[in-house]
């Protein structure tokens, strides 16, 4: 099984940015995607941006390409999600997610959430 930390979700103006970071423990052996998800009040969760473990395929949600960067580093277990020009609707709590496959359907090990929230 793979645990997962998130952390540096905050509180900022619009136009800003913020990085998080994810840290992975456990069976990352595993691993073979990573993503970030998010979930806001009243609306369903969504993919945000995933990456291959091995590998750099990535992939992006439309509301973040282009604004949002994933990346990795194998060596330490991490998953980062750089987030710049941040907007108002992008306030939500973000997991990050791991899969044992390359399945989007298999993410099954999630962290327990950071809280971004973007002021106008």
């Known amino acids: 099984q793979v645990q997962l930390l998130e952390s540096g979700g905050g509180l900022v103006q619009a136009g800003a940015s913020l990085r998080l970071s994810c840290a992975a423990s456990g069976h990352t052996f595993d691993i073979n995607l990573m993503g970030w998800f998010r979930q806001a009040p009243g609306k369903e969760r969504e993919v945000v941006s995933v990456?291959?473990?091995?590998?750099?395929?990535?992939y992006y949600g439309a509301s973040v390409e282009g604004r949002f960067s994933i990346s990795k580093d194998n060596a330490k277990n991490m998953l980062f999600l750089q987030m710049n020009s941040l907007k108002p609707e992008d306030t939500a709590v973000y997991y990050c997610?791991?899969?044992?496959?390359?399945?989007?359907?298999?993410?099954?090990?999630w962290g327990q959430g950071t809280q971004v929230t973007v002021s106008s």
């Open positions: 997610a791991a899969s044992p496959t390359r399945l989007m359907a298999d993410f099954g090990s």
């Open positions: 990456i291959t473990w091995t590998g750099n395929s990535t």
